[in-house]
């Protein structure tokens, strides 16, 4: 959970390759300092994560074919988010929430 940012890494040598902060404002629109990193699962389809921040309600959708030029897109959920995973067909994403 701590700090407050995912990394992408080399997958055989482990090192960093490029570290992002999830610092930010939830989807009330309020600023927190250090929302947790919840869960990060890998598409089988594209070179793509879904990254699940937990405080700041929001799944982060995260193209990493390009490391140094990541693209992020930002889907708005409800707060407190949890681990998730794909449903049976690998075309649906489903996550678990406190809200």
């Known amino acids: 959970y701590w700090p407050p ?9 482990l090192e960093p390759l490029k ?6 404002f939830t989807v ?7 929302p947790r990193v919840a869960s990060i699962v ?7 994560f879904v990254i699940n921040v937990k405080e700041s ?11 140094k030029n990541l693209k992020e897109t ?9 681990d998730g995973g794909w449903d049976s067909t690998k075309r649906y994403f489903l996550v678990a929430a406190n809200a």
């Open 57 to 67: 309600g929001q799944i982060k959708l995260v193209d990493y074919s390009d490391i």
């Open 19 to 24: 570290v992002v902060s999830t610092r930010g």
């Open 5 to 13: 940012q995912y990394v992408i890494m080399d997958g055989l040598t």
């Open 28 to 34: 009330d629109g309020e600023y927190h300092p250090e």
């Open 42 to 48: 890998a598409s089988v389809i594209k070179p793509e």
């Open 74 to 82: 930002t889907i708005e959920s409800a707060k407190f988010l949890h």
